[in-house]
């Protein structure tokens, strides 16, 4: 699907806000939220939007419309997958109209689309591909239980030396897992924690 360039895009929501996750966390920005997903995390938040088919199809312009009718010009693009889909003609029309482009991506999927900052979640339901280990800017491991502190660190030795590390409790088990988060990264300094800061907010 990634070698096909797309003049249309599944989009299950978009909107204003204010990022609440890793590095971006309390930034204004224009949410993408692209349909379609085959990566199946059994925590996932937004299962809705696993199928493409429930959503409309938007043209680019549409999209990058619905984002220029805001002050803020940091785009995030996320899913569901976004990369199901070949983006580069979609960041192409967002950096010609003074947008940043940042990414939210499983890495489960080949690397489209021209960004200003990649953020690499990899999940153990579908094994991501080697050229993000390269390319994230930030990695951003979901801890569900403590098993997934080693696997972050397998993650963690394979990006590049300037990638950000961030530990983020899945919202649902936040209480449990938060103090195992806290004592880890004042263990391990390289670490950084990402909370869900826009669920505190109460805003998209």
């Not at 959503?55 to 419309?65: G, R, S, Y």
């Not at 003609?89 to 021209?114: Q, V, Y």
């Not at 339901?125 to 403590?146: G, S």
């Amino acid at each position: 699907m990634t070698e096909t360039i797309q003049s249309k895009l599944p989009v299950m929501e978009a909107f204003y806000t204010i990022q609440g996750e890793g590095h971006f966390s309390g930034t204004p920005a224009y949410f993408i939220r692209l349909g379609g997903c085959d990566v199946g995390c059994v925590w996932c938040d937004v299962k809705d939007s696993w199928d493409a088919s429930q959503w409309p199809e938007q043209t680019l312009d549409e999209i990058v419309a619905g984002a220029q009718a805001y002050k803020g010009r940091l785009a995030v693009i996320t899913g569901g997958e976004p990369l199901m889909y070949n983006l580069d003609e979609l960041t192409a029309k967002l950096h010609r109209n003074d947008f940043k482009t940042n990414i939210e991506t499983s890495g489960a999927h080949p690397l489209s689309g021209s960004w200003d900052w990649i953020c690499f979640s990899p999940k153990k339901f579908k094994q991501p591909r080697e050229e993000f280990y390269e390319k994230a800017d930030e990695l951003k491991v979901v801890v569900y239980n403590k098993s997934d502190f080693k696997w972050a660190e397998s993650h963690a030795a394979r990006v590049n030396p300037d990638c950000l590390l961030y530990l983020q409790p899945e919202w649902d088990k936040s209480e449990k897992m938060l103090p195992a988060i806290i004592d880890y990264v004042k263990d391990n300094p390289r670490w950084n924690i990402s909370l869900q800061t826009h669920k505190f907010m109460q805003i998209p």
